[in-house]
């Protein structure tokens, strides 16, 4: 009879009150509850810390689940903490169910583990913005507000394209990131329209991340084959509507659209920035340290 194996689940800890969750090791349990015991029993015997997160590993693993995980207990209410924490594992959900389809078209017997820990870094084909640092809450507000447009309308053609279960998957992802679009817009309108400082900052970030929006829209032969194969999105038409919804929610929150100037690109070539190595060597430490490791 084979062994069978509990899930691995990773265990953070704030250690007091205003510091960030720190990774502190890992568990092995069959359920959240159970993970949730093993953790305190594990790792808070002696009142370490005054709160613990504990997540499934094989969750964490899209770039901007990542990146946006970096930001639980650090966002400056409880509200947006939980609100960035469920965006954060629902963008690391739809990168499961995207890894796993692609390993069963593969065919090579890799699953979403293996895309998503044991690939280096210039295997990852991402847009460079989902991997630009968090910055302060303006910064983050304005990366996901980029994204979010572009991606809600990305997932809104994969849902009328020819490959069922690509459609499948597209139309799940859909309704959660729709939400997302909505929350970050309102969250742009309340920064832009509101104190001198706000204003000031979420204009600077728009400036500063305007840069990486370009490549959103710079097809390559995959955009091409997926165009014409599958009837998938048209990045032309895309970067149109892209340009008109991003442009009404900036003018809703009076703040100005950057002027045209140099697109960096890259990324869906495998060409990074420098903060991608650390995110990925982080997110990879602990398979990659003991790979294969059971309970």
């Not at 699953?111 to 820990?117: I, K, N, V």
């Not at 983050?140 to 309308?153: A, G, K, P």
């Not at 509507?241 to 070539?269: F, R, Y």
Request: proline fraction near 3%.
């Amino acid at each position: 009879m084979s062994e069978q194996v509990w899930p691995l689940y990773e265990v953070f800890i704030r250690t007091r009150g205003g510091l960030s969750h720190r990774h502190a090791g890992s568990v092995h349990a069959a359920d959240d509850q159970m993970a949730l015991d093993h953790a305190r029993d594990t790792y808070t015997r002696r009142s370490e810390g005054v709160s613990l997160w504990v997540v499934r590993s094989d969750r964490i693993v899209a770039v901007l689940g990542q990146r946006m995980l970096e930001l639980v207990a650090a966002y400056p209410e409880l509200e947006e903490e939980l609100a960035n924490a469920n965006f954060a594992l629902d963008y690391i959900g739809q990168a499961r169910m995207f890894y796993s389809y692609a390993g069963e078209l593969e065919g090579a017997g890799r699953g979403e583990d293996d895309f998503a820990y044991f690939r280096p870094e210039q295997e990852f084909r991402n847009l460079l913005l989902v991997e630009q640092p968090n910055g302060h809450f303006g910064d983050t507000i304005v990366r996901q507000l980029l994204f979010d447009v572009y991606y809600l309308s990305l997932l809104e053609a994969l849902t009328r394209c020819s490959d069922k279960r690509l459609a499948e998957i597209a139309a799940r992802a859909e309704k959660e990131v729709r939400y997302h679009l909505r929350h970050c817009a309102q969250w742009l309108v309340r920064l832009g329209d509101g104190t001198d400082e706000s204003h000031r900052k979420a204009q600077q970030s728009l400036d500063e991340l305007w840069r990486y929006t370009g490549e959103m829209f710079a097809a390559d032969a995959l955009d091409e084959a997926v165009l014409t194969l599958f009837d998938g999105p048209d990045l032309g038409e895309m970067a149109v509507e892209w340009q008109k919804d991003v442009s009404a929610i900036v003018e809703e929150a009076t703040l100005s659209v950057p002027q045209e100037q140099h697109m960096a690109s890259g990324g869906k070539q495998g060409k990074h920035t420098e903060y991608f190595g650390y995110l990925v060597a982080e997110m990879q430490s602990l398979p990659r340290t003991y790979p294969g490791a059971t309970w």
